[in-house]
């Protein structure tokens, strides 16, 4: 099949295309990041500019689309509304011109915001950040489309935080953060979070996608279990390293009193400083899982486990990731395209 690949650059993207090409899909890959290195399969250009965008779907079979808006910080509202919404309504209306009616999109668990509990595919959405909420309604005009056409297949993935080699998003920051000797255990630990390694993900969607398109909105979240508590996570980064683990923690009340000067920081300066009191809570309390009911009656089984995936995560950093590390991808005011 012949794909379109948005966002085809990206941390997910990199490993998605390096997938469908083994698989001998033929791709047309869009980012308004340059690749590593020359790929005849390439364009450079916005997911926003839909002149471009109708032209590059024109042929094509499917599309994968990643591209999206997702940084804390650095981004408008209205960007993130351009980006993830007028984008993605930009992108199905050139696909119904040129007869493509399979996409898979790449949502997000930050649309159910911060729902208690368990979240699977029955919980109500009910995101509280401009990404969640932008992600959410990037769906629903996906789900606009399918009904519009019988023919129409729509895949949505939401996953948890998503991590592997190439990634410089949390997980790389406390890996580095611990390498550096700046961590420290906060309160008990037990909190479980959800994680999803980048390669088990990527597995997930080719065992579904893009062949063959099944009609209609078809819902997924992705997460890799057993899920891991904060202090699992961390221990796990402390033995990739070969660095002997604190012997203490800190209580809670105490590291929230800690943060208030890196929260006045972030506050007057509007930068990420890398640490913050709702960064603190969200690692060390907040109880952050998210499962798939369809998965689960699938006897879904992840290839690789996240020990496993965490201790590769550790051997590409020291290798290579904390040697170069990549600024973060973030998208243009609309009146900078093309410029």
Known sequence: MKILVTGATGFIGRVAVAALRARGHALVLLDRIPPAGPDPDFHLGDVRDPVLVGALVRGCDAVL?????????????ETYH??????????????????????????????????GGVRTEATAPAPITPYGATKLQAELVLGEWAAADPAHAVLVIRPTVVFGPGNFANMYTLIRQIEHGRFAFVGPGTNRKSLAYVGNLVDTLLARWPE????G????????????????IAEAIY??????????????????????????????????VGLSSARLAKFAEAETRLASEVLAAEDHSPRVTLSDAIAEMVGW?????????EQPRLPLRRAAIGS
């Open 212 to 215: 063959p398109g099944r009609p």
């Open 217 to 232: 909105v078809q819902t997924i979240n992705y997460a890799d279990h057993p899920d891991l508590s904060s202090r699992e």
């Open 317 to 325: 950093y020291l290798r290579e990731g904390k040697a170069h590390p």
């Open 82 to 115: 351009d980006v993830n919404v007028t984008a993605t309504e930009q992108l199905t209306a050139a696909m119904t011109a040129s007869g493509v009616r399979n996409i898979a999109f790449f949502s997000s668990a930050a649309v159910y915001g911060a729902t």
């Open 239 to 272: 033995s990739a390293l070969g660095v002997p683990r604190p012997r203490w923690s800190i209580p809670m009340p105490l590291a929230r009193v800690a943060a208030l000067p890196f929260d006045l920081l972030t506050a007057v300066t509007g930068r990420d």
């Open 65 to 77: 689309h990643l591209a999206a808006a997702h940084h804390d910080f650095g981004i408008a509202p």
